[in-house]
């Protein structure tokens, strides 16, 4: 079952994922989460991890940063140093973007019952262009995680 969606009711969930964001992070990596620049043209966010939405609401939450990022998000979960979290930082960055698509769906109102969540996918490389089959809206968040920039990312397919 989909929602009866437009793109209006999705413009004003950035402020959302937003939150669902900083919540995560402080919650499971003690780390509070800072606006970041508009853009982050020239940065090497080689890491993707993606989570699918399917249900009231379709689509994509997706989790961007770089492999030192990913490696830090893994030794703050893990509560490792970095040099031994390099093995495990995809799992971290995929469960932390689970972890955001829950906590926004949960935030969304009538849709915590109502919207399921694939296992996540991780993308590593910088190279690659997503594209959906169908009508969609995106809302990029850019943030600062301990200096390094990330990017969360919400397409919701019409």
Known sequence: MT???????????????????????ETMLGSVLEPGPTSFAGEELDITSMVGLAGQIRGVVTLRCATNSATLIAAKMLGV????????MCDAVGEVCNMIAGNFKNKINGMGDGCMLSVPTIITGADYLLRALTESSRIDVNLMFEGFPLIVSLEIHF
Do not use: H, I, M, Y
């Open 3 to 25: 929602a009866n969606l437009d793109k209006g009711d999705c413009e004003s969930w950035g402020p959302v994922l937003t939150l669902a964001a900083r919540e995560v992070f």
């Open 81 to 88: 140093e970095t040099a031994a979290a390099g093995p495990q």
